[in-house]
């Protein structure tokens, strides 16, 4: 059987449990920081995705009067 979580990581006398044990506190305080650091990063990014989509809505509503609007180049 090969090593790992199959040769008693985190295996307690009730059944299996993945956060038992010192590496399972280790891992769940590393997915909680990624967590956190996902969550800061969707705050920081709220506001430029919103002012993105306010643009495109106003380029929609105010259509294609003007010579060079929606041209790359």
Not at 5 to 17: A, D
Not at 19 to 38: K, N, T, V
Not at 46 to 57: E, R
């Amino acid at each position: 059987m090969p090593r790992g979580i199959g040769r008693g990581y985190g295996r307690q006398r009730y059944g299996f449990y993945p956060f038992g044990g010192a590496y399972g506190i280790i891992d769940l305080l590393l997915l909680l920081g990624i967590l956190y650091f996902l969550f800061k990063l969707f705050i920081v990014a709220l506001p430029y995705a919103l002012g993105l989509v306010v643009l495109l809505l106003l380029r929609s509503f105010i259509g294609r009067r003007f010579w060079g609007w929606g041209r790359p180049f």
